[in-house]
């Protein structure tokens, strides 16, 4: 492997050697895991890092390990190969939906798991909401060892890891829900989503909403669950037209941030036929 | 301080640091100029050269994690200088105008058709999503793709 | 080899840079280099109105491989269009976010974006005005406050204060028809954003100094404009500056300007290298010259039976209003006007897009107001033989009507696609379009080679469009009865070849076509002559065909036309032709039209497109879902090629119509910074255009051509707008019709647009005072 000390750049073979790495350059340091948007950071006129640590040719990283109860997503598997890997394999519809359709064919074959969820300042992110509802859990790893977070709490304190720390995967439970992932980009494909809905539904043997996830990505600036609609659809019989009346009564819930594609009240507005989508496309899926 | 590449089947050095853009280091060192440099973020899809036969916005690939990989550019498509069937469905089909998305173009199409043969005119324009044209309307380098893969 | 038919020059001749371009050879201008070569980087503004208090370079110029640094005292000339009102650097103060304060020049891009970065600027900001509306506002600042003093360039134009340039067309008495009481008053506002050519070769230069002369290799539509302004900015006679262009890499009006040459070539001076300045996209988003903001307001007096008696229209920013109708009377004033924005420019049917959207949205509105059918209104409508256009000029043919007449059989034909709109709003609609082609001066000389090719030599540039590698090598084997494929066509150079005004408004194929027919022409004559004394035979009855010179009738009789010229080498020398062209122009009624840059008009060309629409009520997505063109072409010597830059135009149109806007932030700069914001066309965003091609129409051009590349952009925004309000039955004034916009117009969160900056009394908006 590369001596790191006169490069700005270190390829790392182990997670210990990534941390290692990361820890003997300080603050100064970042991982490197896909790379779509350091690389793109000169046109935009916005700083690097002086020193990345390359986590691609860690076997560990790169691994999709699916078993009976749940499913491990290295950190540096990228957005085309969880399609393709995951593509048959239950709960992920939805997870798929996301990751094959984020972004452009050549973005998705470089940009990683652990690259987009470690991208505090992107709210469109596609991942994000896709995986709140599948009760997700991120593994991170520093020198002292490594821990799990429970998703929703990883969105909250990501900005606040402390230096030196490596998001090593995700880990999903494999439970019966039907997931799906409705996102609305302006053009036909191609740009970021203006909104996203995702969500995972348990039906009960009568065909009732026994337990919902919902999740609302892009509206504001991180993807955050909607509590307020997933309580109002349980009990009853899963309806895509249903769904959306529900969701129109709880936009409230939600402030939808301005940005130069869409204005604020249009993400919120889109939101309930989001839902409408949403629904439809979970109760074509497979259980 | 130097990078050793493996382009187009050749061993090629660069002096160039670690980060740097695979797009500079072959436009700028090895004069591979059929890539091109247009909108350096991954939008646009000029920049396209194959990675291990997969294809790769190369302004996003800085070249220090790219060495020991196989990196194929337009350049390669022709052998001994006749031209690759996409590329010749392409001029028998009149596709070209301004040229300058073209080796992107053909580099993700290439790609794509290997993995896709008898792919039709849907999954050829969601496989170009990538893509920028902004002379051609892609239709017809659409139908020049499904010619061919009607072909295979 | 096929060789041609004599009988036509009609053939879809392929291009002969296909190859190369899809090999990746092909060497544009950002894929060149030169030994010794720098790099250069500009530095820019970063607010959109200041008084510059100082620039110190001492910095700078201590930085690692900095070869030289150019600000305003090295070029301290102006440039433009009608007036010389632009800087090459900014001098005293900032006029727009964006705005060029310095060049460097070094070994290394970096090096010298470093050095740029490094020069201290100490500014006073100023409030910026950022809109026509405040500009115009009574008090406003002055961008320009020195106007008075400006070189006029160009004769006509009304000024004063912050506008920059007012044109205007009086014609008959709309007092009186407004007046009268059999009719309606209709008036409509417009507004449209700003669309980026995204080219995908930015603009790009590479400069350098020798013998005291500049050699300027750039990426440009107008290699004569290129050497004259720069040799104006530089203050060097233009005689000094040599321009020469490689393959451009699309330019659709980005590159009709004069933009990055200077800074090249004053750092190659400083420096004594060749210098390379290639704008990054960003830039290219930020600074583009872009298709102009505009504000439109129409008003028009119809009687029930839809006669249009008359129409006054107020337009920041345009000219073609007055087509498409006849019209009773007519008032048209078009106003540039100053704001601190990046400066636009001219793009693929410059003002026609937006005018076009205006008057046709505006002449629906006008329907709806007097119950008449959209179409039936413009069949009553449209220009005809013998009609007098706005400016008074008389049209010549009838072309509109059958052209409609034509649609109206394709859309006869093809079932229509509304089952596709499934639970979404269905809508249609059918516009027309005029566009007139500024022809203006070409020339062409043609060098017979004793191989018996033809070497043509023009300042003509291949963007792409086809007409250097198509339709002039086309003419010219025509004329000389040889194949395209021996005919050489030279790249641009102004050292080599005579004045032209560039590749725009469609003007390519019919003046380089022109001056190369003529110049085929005189040798072609020349041969004639010679070869009737060798074979005996008056020049009358002889024929160039198939690479001989033929006695008529008698196949095989004569020699080769290689023989000829090498029999001409040995007595008169070899044989040179060469051919002129510029506009003769149709007048309009004197003191009618007042500041126009083109006021004749010399062709007109004609559109008609139809499209169905699917608008999602939910998201307020525009889906189009069939698309239909005829268009009038005079003669299409090249179907194929014509076909795809239809194709190519409507998409873009698409674009301009759905999601391609610029917009100016608090701060003066532009918002869509990069591909991710700015949003064109991708594959899926497109559909198989279905297209007729109009042929017979009446047309100054060579074997009574027509342009072709450039019309295909003017209707699609039109149509589209159209069609979108068929299906919402909303007022749609606006475009991009991008989905919150249309989502908010169907909720009605869409405030009506006014434009009260705009004054219902014409005469309130305009320097002209009545004669």
């Given at each position: 492997m590369r001596a790191p000390d006169d490069e700005n750049l270190f390829i790392a073979g182990t997670v210990p050697d990534a941390l290692a790495a990361l820890a003997s350059h300080?603050?100064?340091?970042?991982?490197?895991?896909?790379?779509?948007?350091?690389?793109?950071?000169?046109?935009?006129?916005?700083?690097?890092?002086?020193?990345?640590?390359?986590?691609?040719?860690?076997?560990?990283?790169?691994?999709?390990?699916?078993?009976?109860?749940?499913?491990?997503?290295?950190?540096?598997?990228?957005?085309?190969?969880?399609?393709?890997?995951?593509?048959?394999?239950?709960?992920?519809?939805?997870?798929?939906?996301?990751?094959?359709?984020?972004?452009?064919?050549?973005?998705?074959?470089?940009?990683?798991?652990?690259?987009?969820?470690?991208?505090?300042?992107?709210?469109?992110?596609?991942?994000?909401?896709?995986?709140?509802?599948?009760?997700?859990?991120?593994?991170?790893?520093?020198?002292?060892?490594?821990?799990?977070?429970?998703?929703?709490?990883?969105?909250?304190?990501?900005?606040?890891?402390?230096?030196?720390?490596?998001?090593?995967?995700?880990?999903?439970?494999?439970?019966?829900?039907?997931?799906?992932?409705?996102?609305?980009?302006?053009?036909?494909?191609?740009?970021?989503?203006?909104?996203?809905?995702?969500?995972?539904?348990?039906?009960?043997?009568?065909?009732?909403?026994?337990?919902?996830?919902?999740?609302?990505?892009?509206?504001?600036?991180?993807?955050?669950?909607w509590p307020e609609l997933e309580r109002k659809l349980v009990g009853h019989p899963l309806d895509p037209e249903t769904a959306r009346v529900l969701a129109e009564a709880e936009l409230g819930a939600f402030t939808g941030r301005d940005g130069v594609e869409a204005p604020g009240w249009y993400r919120l507005q889109v939101l309930p036929a989001l839902m409408r989508r949403a629904v439809d496309a979970a109760l074509r899926s497979q259980s | 301080m130097a990078t050793t590449l493996t382009v187009n089947g050749e061993r090629r050095v660069s002096a160039r640091g670690p980060m740097t853009a695979l797009i500079d280091v072959l436009r700028d060192e090895f004069f591979l100029t059929g890539a091109k440099s247009v909108c350096r973020e991954g939008a646009c899809g000029a920049c396209t050269v194959h990675v291990d036969g997969q294809p790769v916005v190369s302004c996003l690939a800085p070249i220090g994690t790219l060495e020991g990989r196989e990196i194929r550019t337009v350049e390669s498509?022709?052998?001994?200088?006749?031209?690759?069937?996409?590329?010749?469905?392409?001029?028998?089909?009149?596709?070209?105008?301004c040229g300058m998305c073209f080796p992107g173009i053909l580099m993700v199409l290439t790609g794509f058709l290997r993995e896709c043969p008898h792919a039709g005119r849907d999954e050829i324009k969601a496989a170009l999503v990538g893509n920028i044209c902004r002379c051609t309307g892609y239709e017809r380098l659409v139908d020049a793709a499904a010619a061919l893969a009607r072909r295979n | 080899m096929a060789l041609p038919d004599p009988s036509t020059v009609t053939m879809g001749l392929p291009r002969r840079d296909a190859r190369d371009k899809l090999l990746g050879r092909t060497r544009y201008t950002v894929d060149r280099a030169l030994p010794r070569m720098l790099h250069a980087a500009i530095l820019r503004a970063e607010v959109a109105s200041a008084r510059i208090l100082r620039i110190d370079t001492t910095q700078a110029r201590r930085m690692p491989g900095v070869r030289a640094i150019a600000s305003a005292e090295d070029a301290p000339g102006m440039h433009g269009i009608g007036i010389a009102d632009h800087p090459l650097f900014a001098s005293g103060v900032i006029r727009f976010h964006g705005e060029q304060i310095a060049a460097v020049a070094a070994d290394t891009y970096e090096q010298a974006q470093a050095a740029a970065r490094a020069i201290e600027v100490e500014l006073e900001p100023l409030p910026p005005v950022l809109t026509m509306a405040e500009a115009l506002t009574p008090g406003a600042p002055l961008i320009h406050p020195d106007w008075k003093c400006y070189e006029v360039l160009f004769e006509g134009g009304a000024r004063g204060g912050n506008v920059a340039w007012e044109a205007s067309v009086v014609r008959g008495d709309t007092d009186a028809a407004f007046a009268r009481e059999d009719i309606v008053v209709v008036e409509s506002c417009f507004r449209v954003g700003r669309q980026n050519h995204v080219s995908l070769e930015p603009r790009a230069v590479i400069a350098s100094y020798e013998d005291g002369r500049y050699h300027i290799e750039t990426s440009t539509q107008v290699p004569w404009t290129v050497r004259n302004q720069t040799s104006k900015l530089l203050g060097v006679p233009p005689s000094r500056v040599h321009v020469t262009v490689p393959p451009v890499g699309g330019g659709f009006g980005q590159k009709f300007d004069c933009t990055l040459e200077p800074y090249a070539a004053i750092l190659a001076r400083k420096s004594g290298q060749p210098v390379r300045l290639v704008y990054s996209r960003q830039e290219e988003m930020l600074t583009c010259l872009c298709r102009e903001n505009a504000e439109i307001k129409i008003r028009s007096a119809v009687t029930r039976d839809g006669e249009i008696a008359g129409r006054e229209a107020v337009a920041m920013t345009a000219h073609t209003l007055g087509g498409n109708y006849k019209v009773g009377?007519?008032?048209?004033?078009?106003?540039?006007?100053?704001?601190?924005?990046?400066?636009?420019?001219?793009?693929?049917?410059?003002?026609?897009?937006?005018?076009?959207?205006?008057?046709?949205?505006?002449?629906?509105?006008?329907?709806?107001?007097?119950?008449?059918?959209?179409?039936?209104?413009?069949?009553?409508?449209?220009?005809?033989?013998?009609?007098?256009?706005?400016?008074?000029?008389?049209?010549?043919?009838?072309?509109?009507?059958?052209?409609?007449?034509?649609?109206?059989?394709?859309?006869?034909?093809?079932?229509?696609?509304?089952?596709?709109?499934?639970?979404?709003?269905?809508?249609?609609?059918?516009?027309?379009?005029?566009?007139?082609?500024?022809?203006?001066?070409?020339?062409?000389?043609?060098?017979?080679?004793?191989?018996?090719?033809?070497?043509?030599?023009?300042?003509?540039?291949?963007?792409?469009?086809?007409?250097?590698?198509?339709?002039?090598?086309?003419?010219?084997?025509?004329?000389?009865?040889?194949?395209?494929?021996?005919?050489?066509?030279?790249?641009?150079?102004?050292?080599?070849?005579?004045?032209?005004?560039?590749?725009?408004?469609?003007?390519?194929?019919?003046?380089?076509?022109?001056?190369?027919?003529?110049?085929?022409?005189?040798?072609?004559?020349?041969?004639?002559?010679?070869?009737?004394?060798?074979?005996?035979?008056?020049?009358?009855?002889?024929?160039?065909?198939?690479?001989?010179?033929?006695?008529?009738?008698?196949?095989?009789?004569?020699?080769?036309?290689?023989?000829?010229?090498?029999?001409?080498?040995?007595?008169?020398?070899?044989?040179?032709?060469?051919?002129?062209?510029?506009?003769?122009?149709?007048?309009?009624?004197?003191?009618?039209?007042?500041?126009?840059?083109?006021?004749?008009?010399?062709?007109?060309?004609?559109?008609?497109?139809?499209?169905?629409?699917?608008?999602?009520?939910?998201?307020?997505?525009?889906?189009?879902?069939?698309?239909?063109?005829?268009?009038?072409?005079?003669?299409?010597?090249?179907?194929?090629?014509?076909?795809?830059?239809?194709q190519g135009g409507v998409t873009q149109g698409i674009g301009y119509a759905l999601h391609e806007e610029h917009t100016i932030g608090e701060d003066g700069c532009i918002r869509q910074n990069s591909l991710e914001t700015y949003r064109v066309p991708l594959a899926q965003d497109t559909l198989p255009v279905e297209i007729e091609l109009y042929e017979g129409a009446p047309s100054i051009g060579p074997l009574g051509v027509k342009g072709a590349g450039e019309v295909p952009i003017m209707n699609p925004p039109a149509a589209i707008a159209c069609a979108v309000a068929n299906a919402t039955g909303c007022r749609v004034q606006q475009t991009p019709l991008t989905p919150p916009r249309v989502l908010g117009l169907m909720l009605g969160r869409e405030p009506e647009l006014e434009l009260p900056h705009i004054s219902a009394n014409w005469w309130e908006n305009v320097f002209r005072r009545p004669n």
């Open positions: 300080g603050v100064g340091a970042m991982p490197f895991a896909g790379g779509t948007w350091i690389m793109r950071a000169p046109i935009r006129r916005e700083p690097q890092a002086a020193f990345y640590v390359s986590l691609d040719r860690i076997p560990e990283l790169s691994a999709v390990d699916i078993a009976i109860d749940r499913i491990r997503i290295g950190a540096c598997v990228t957005h085309s190969r969880l399609a393709a890997q995951l593509a048959e394999v239950e709960p992920c519809h939805g997870l798929v939906t996301a990751a094959g359709s984020a972004a452009n064919p050549a973005i998705r074959g470089m940009a990683t798991v652990g690259g987009n969820l470690s991208t505090w300042d992107f709210p469109a992110a596609d991942l994000p909401p896709a995986l709140l509802c599948l009760d997700a859990e991120v593994e991170l790893a520093t020198t002292d060892g490594r821990q799990r977070l429970p998703f929703e709490r990883f969105l909250a304190t990501r900005r606040e890891l402390r230096p030196g720390t490596l998001l090593t995967g995700v880990t999903i439970p494999r439970r019966p829900v039907r997931t799906a992932h409705a996102r609305l980009p302006l053009r036909k494909a191609g740009d970021y989503p203006v909104a996203i809905v995702s969500l995972a539904i348990l039906l009960d043997r009568n065909g009732a909403v026994e337990d919902a996830s919902v999740a609302v990505g892009s509206v504001e600036s991180t993807a955050r669950r | 498509l022709a052998e001994a200088s006749e031209p690759s069937a996409l590329q010749q469905i392409m001029e028998e089909h009149d596709v070209v105008q | 009377s007519i008032k048209l004033a078009s106003r540039a006007v100053y704001t601190n924005t990046a400066p636009n420019g001219a793009f693929r049917a410059c003002n026609g897009v937006y005018n076009t959207f205006a008057l046709e949205r505006h002449t629906d509105e006008v329907c709806q107001a007097i119950g008449m059918d959209p179409l039936e209104f413009r069949r009553l409508n449209v220009l005809r033989n013998g009609d007098l256009g706005a400016t008074g000029q008389v049209f010549e043919g009838d072309v509109l009507g059958p052209m409609l007449d034509r649609m109206a059989q394709m859309r006869d034909a093809s079932p229509s696609k509304k089952h596709l709109a499934g639970g979404r709003l269905y809508g249609r609609a059918t516009v027309v379009g005029t566009w007139f082609i500024f022809v203006g001066p070409s020339t062409a000389t043609i060098n017979l080679n004793a191989d018996g090719s033809a070497t043509l030599i023009t300042a003509g540039v291949e963007l792409g469009q086809g007409t250097m590698v198509q339709a002039l090598p086309q003419i010219v084997a025509y004329e000389l009865g040889i194949h395209p494929d021996n005919v050489i066509v030279r790249p641009a150079d102004t050292d080599a070849a005579g004045f032209d005004l560039g590749v725009g408004g469609g003007r390519t194929t019919v003046s380089l076509g022109a001056a190369s027919r003529a110049a085929a022409a005189d040798v072609r004559d020349q041969i004639l002559k010679a070869a009737g004394a060798l074979l005996q035979t008056v020049p009358d009855k002889l024929v160039l065909r198939s690479g001989r010179v033929e006695i008529e009738g008698k196949e095989g009789s004569g020699m080769t036309i290689a023989q000829v010229v090498q029999h001409l080498h040995r007595t008169t020398g070899p044989v040179v032709g060469s051919g002129s062209f510029t506009n003769p122009g149709v007048p309009s009624i004197p003191g009618c039209a007042a500041g126009h840059f083109i006021d004749a008009i010399d062709i007109p060309v004609f559109n008609v497109h139809d499209c169905e629409v699917a608008v999602d009520p939910d998201t307020g997505h525009v889906d189009i879902l069939s698309y239909k063109v005829v268009q009038d072409v005079g003669r299409a010597l090249n179907p194929r090629a014509i076909l795809g830059q239809i």
